[in-house]
């Protein structure tokens, strides 16, 4: 194995298990910070996949700073996991049934898209997620899309405004 | 063995490296406690910390032990694990910000060639960024596994300020990025060294809004609302007690540090002794006149945020919430724009 393969390997593991951790802790504030393991696995694997602006943006945008308005807002409202109301059974069943659902789903697609299969991953090579050709691309082949993405933002955000004001 | 297809001796070296920054900085976080002290007490027309050893040099080393020595208290209804952690994630934080700063230029030791900066990345300035969000859960976690209500009320005091204070950060540093279309800090320090004009010359407002952050991100006063005693008794470490009460005190020391050594860097001209050829000397000598020159720049901005803490009073919650909104980010946005302008009129 090389060191790259023990590292996805690692990292993968890493994800996984704080992914699960983050479904089966009883404390809110305890699944956050897991969740934010994940993120850091995630921008692991970024790394290995030589996409390294792409890394540090994943660290800074979810969990320097989504993750913190989730903590935030669970701190203030203080929720505690003995206090909170269970749900029932049949609740419980078809969450569980149509979340497992979904995995199908995916692993479906991903098994049958064409494009995927007998192929591998690019380790430390590719250039894509670097700073200049990820700003190449998005400013030449993928200006509208990046413009009508902003625009999106500036509404998100006069609505914010708004509801603040009330 | 394929794993052993490593550059053993690179690994070697920037582990020695790590070692060495990482110590110094301790080092130069205990005397900056009692340069803190000693600052206050001349700006306040007093003699200041002089018992322990000549001028009271020994006194960071008599604070320590009595920290260190301390009983370690764990409050009954804390949650144990992150009342830990909090501390320990504040003192990773503020350390891991030396890994980019390039502390001078290269040597030559042993025919290595030995560049003394730890990592080149090429988004040197984004990972700065990175760190510096993470250095909140820090607070956030300590304060919140206290159980105490004032800890908690300072933790989310601490996490909006500093969310509030990135954005100007941010938008202050873009500016600067589009002169030096580079994200790498050694490429920044280098477009400066050799007779170059520094980049406070072209970014003089931009300079201004990232020092104010900066400062507001360490939480100095007058942006220490996170610690105001007078509101919150003390603030998000009431609770901690010996050498972790120690962690978050020293953390807000390296931070200090490392910012100054951030802001040398990006507006200051890093390790660029001015009026001087550095190819008149030996490259080692130019090195090392590179690093005390860096170090001196540190402690210039040291003194200055020192120099501002014990002359301003501290700001009201709203009042820092409206300078960081209201006036830093219109102001950087302005700059921003200004410089776009002035680049494409330039081309």
Known sequence: MSILEILFFALSAFAIVSAIMVLVSKNPIHSVLWLILVFFAISGHYILLNAQFLAIVNIIVYAGAIMVLFLFVIMLMNVQSDKEPQKKLLTKFIGVLSGGSLLILLIALVKQTTQLQGKQVLMKEGTIGLIHPLGKALFNDYVLPFEISSVLFLSAMVGAVIIGKK | ?347
């Open chain 2, 1 to 347: 063995m394929t794993i052993l297809a490593l550059d053993w001796a690179l690994l070697a070296e920037k582990l020695i490296m790590i070692a060495i920054i990482v110590l110094a900085s301790l080092g130069i976080a205990l005397y900056t406690t009692f340069a803190e002290r000693k600052v206050a007490a001349i700006l306040q027309d007093r003699p200041g910390p002089s018992r322990a050893g000549p001028f009271g040099l020994l006194q960071p080393l008599a604070d320590g032990l009595k920290l260190i020595m301390k009983e370690e208290i764990i409050p009954n209804a804390a949650n144990k694990w992150l009342f830990i952690l909090g501390p320990a994630l504040a003192m990773t934080a503020s350390l891991m910000t030396c890994a980019v700063i390039p502390w001078g230029s290269a040597i030559d030791v042993f025919g290595r060639h030995i560049e003394l900066q730890i990592a080149d990345v090429n988004i040197g300035v984004l990972y700065v960024f990175a760190v510096v969000s993470m250095g909140v859960y820090g607070i956030m976690i300590g304060g919140w596994a206290s159980n105490n209500k004032f800890s908690l009320m300072s933790a989310l005091r601490a996490a909006s300020q500093a969310i509030s204070y990135e954005l100007a950060m941010g938008l202050a540093l873009i500016a600067l990025l589009m002169t030096t279309g580079s994200l790498s800090l050694k490429t920044i320090v280098e477009q400066q060294v050799g007779g170059n004009w520094w980049n406070i010359v072209y970014q003089p407002l931009g300079f201004l809004i990232f020092f104010i952050t900066a400062m507001a991100e360490c939480n100095r006063t007058p942006f220490d609302l996170p610690e105001a005693e007078n509101e919150l008794n003390f603030g998000y470490h009431q609770e901690y007690s010996s050498m972790k009460l120690g962690f978050y005190l020293f953390a807000e020391y390296i931070n200090m540090i490392m910012s100054s050594a951030i802001m040398a860097s990006m507006y200051f001209g890093g390790y660029d002794l001015p009026f001087f050829n550095e190819a008149s000397v030996a490259p080692n000598i130019a090195a090392m006149i590179g690093v005390g020159t860096l170090l001196i720049k540190i402690v210039l901005f040291i003194f200055l945020f020192m120099w501002i803490r014990w002359t301003i009073p501290r700001f009201r919650y709203d009042q820092l919430m409206g300078l960081g909104w209201k006036t830093l980010i219109p102001l950087a946005l302005f700059n921003m724009l200004v410089t776009g302008a002035v680049i494409l009129a330039t081309q």
